[in-house]
């Protein structure tokens, strides 16, 4: 029997959850999806409606889900998964697609994932964990390449250093226990430096079965050429050639599945995104970290790709039932996401300018998804955050989707809007 949840409540205020909550509310069966607080572009697809609520308030969050009788709630982002979102709200009685903090710390913890890594005999590089410079100082001696200091907790994707230099990487040491990134730097991972394409792979899991979603490459760096500081996510595209269908398959028994049989050992139960992060290297795919929930941007090129099934599919997932849920069906094609940043992104940003938008009807195949955006009393949209908003577009082939954005974002305009001319240059003809 497929279950459809009538109601659903996506959690979190990003390009992320504004994707989650269009591609949600066009599922046969979904009556409406809330989306929690939301942003600007929230009540702009038909089906969904931003809610005042912050993820962090929990008594808020409980009341809504009761008074507006939800039936699934998806947790978009880290942090509350990390902060045990999903256990408080499963111990109130609530379906929830999202692990609960302990298993969420595959993500939050590097030190944690890579034991379980190791336990679980999942190729990944080779790393020490250090917690002062004078334990550091042995494992720099002994390593032939200078290597990539992580900070174990999480830390807004800012927390990893890929140095090129000891002296680099003593310093990236230095200064991550000198406090940089808070408590979240006080432990750190040195990891042996891997080399070849990065890709991401997510899968959607009930704790015992998998359903992976088609490969997709993000485009970390500001700087055109994947060049300069990293950042949330410039744009991304999907399907990534970089992994046929072999490739995935492989990920699949080599990767995934050995990671989730590792935490149900430790008995744990994990209902949500399994996400990782991927280096193609000569001996094949290694893990170079996990993620517990849809990917920002990957999530906005993902879900235009994804069958009516997705709700149904979701909601078997936070009931442990993916068995008895239907096949979740993949639209054939190519899809491209390209993100708009607020000038000074990923730095300090100039905020509250206002954003005109000429997007064309009907919209055919292509999505505007808000991220950093809010409506002012009257009504103006403003830029409010350092990535603005996500174009995407789909086509049969790489080049038609990236032209079916580039030429969409020609009618966006907010004041120094940031965007990457080359998203997709490995798969586009340019
Ligand atoms: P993360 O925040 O863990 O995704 O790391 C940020 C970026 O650092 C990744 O996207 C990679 O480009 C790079 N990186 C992380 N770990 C490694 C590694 N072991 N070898 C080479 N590059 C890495
Ligand atoms: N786009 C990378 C991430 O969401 O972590």
Redesign the pocket.
């Known amino acids: 029997m497929t279950l459809t949840p009538e109601r659903i409540l996506v959690v979190g205020s990003g390009g992320r959850e504004n994707a989650l909550g269009w591609a949600l509310a066009r599922c046969p069966g979904v009556a409406e999806v809330l989306i929690a607080p939301g942003n600007g572009g929230s009540d702009d697809h038909p089906g969904c409606r931003s809610v005042p609520v912050a993820a962090g308030d929990d008594p808020d969050l409980e009341a809504l889900c009761r008074s507006e009788r939800i039936e699934l709630v998806v947790i978009g982002p880290e942090a509350p998964l990390a902060d045990g979102l999903a256990d408080r709200l499963r111990g109130a009685g609530f379906q929830v697609f999202g692990p609960g903090a302990e298993a969420a710390r595959l993500e939050a913890s590097?030190q944690w994932a890579k034991q379980l890594m190791q336990e679980a005999g999942v190729p990944t590089?080779r790393a020490w964990r250090v917690g002062s410079l004078e334990e550091a100082r042995p494992v720099l001696d002994a390593l032939a390449t200078s290597p990539?200091v992580?900070a174990d907790g999480l830390a807004a994707?800012k927390?990893?250093t890929?140095a090129e230099t000891r002296e680099q990487a003593e310093a990236a040491i230095a200064e991550a226990l000198a406090g940089r990134f808070g408590a979240a730097g006080e432990q750190l991972l040195l990891?042996?430096?891997?080399?070849g394409p990065?890709v991401s792979v997510l899968a959607l899991s009930d704790g015992q079965d998998l359903v992976l979603l088609p490969p997709a490459q993000d485009h970390?760096r500001i700087g055109e050429g994947d060049t300069g500081p990293?950042t949330g996510g410039m744009g991304a595209y999907a399907p990534a050639p970089v992994l046929d269908a072999a490739g995935l398959e492989a990920v699949r028994r080599t990767i995934l599945e050995p990671t989730l049989a590792a935490l149900r050992a430790r008995g744990l139960d994990y209902r949500g995104v399994l996400y990782a992060?991927l280096?193609v290297t000569e001996a094949g795919p290694q893990v170079?970290?996990f993620n517990c929930r849809f990917g920002d941007p990957e999530c906005q090129t993902l879900m235009p790709l994804m069958g009516p099934e997705l709700a149904a599919v979701l909601l078997a997932c936070a009931r442990g039932e993916l068995a008895e849920a239907p096949d979740l069906t993949v639209r054939d094609g190519c899809s491209a996401c390209v993100v708009m940043a607020a000038p000074g992104y990923p730095g300090s940003v100039q905020l509250g300018d206002p954003i005109r938008i000429a997007w064309p009807e009907p919209a055919g195949d292509r999505q505007l998804f808000h991220a950093g955006t809010r409506r002012e009393a009257g009504g103006t949209l403003v830029t409010s955050g350092g990535r603005v908003l996500a174009v995407v577009g789909q086509a049969d082939s790489f080049d038609g989707a990236f032209e079916t954005v580039y030429a969409a974002i020609e009618d966006i305009r907010f004041d120094g809007a940031l965007l990457r001319r080359d998203i997709g240059h490995q798969v586009r003809h340019l």
Not at 191 to 195: D, S
């Open positions: 590097k590089a990539v992580k994707g927390g990893v890929v990891e042996e430096r891997l080399r990065e970390k990293n992060g280096m170079i970290e």
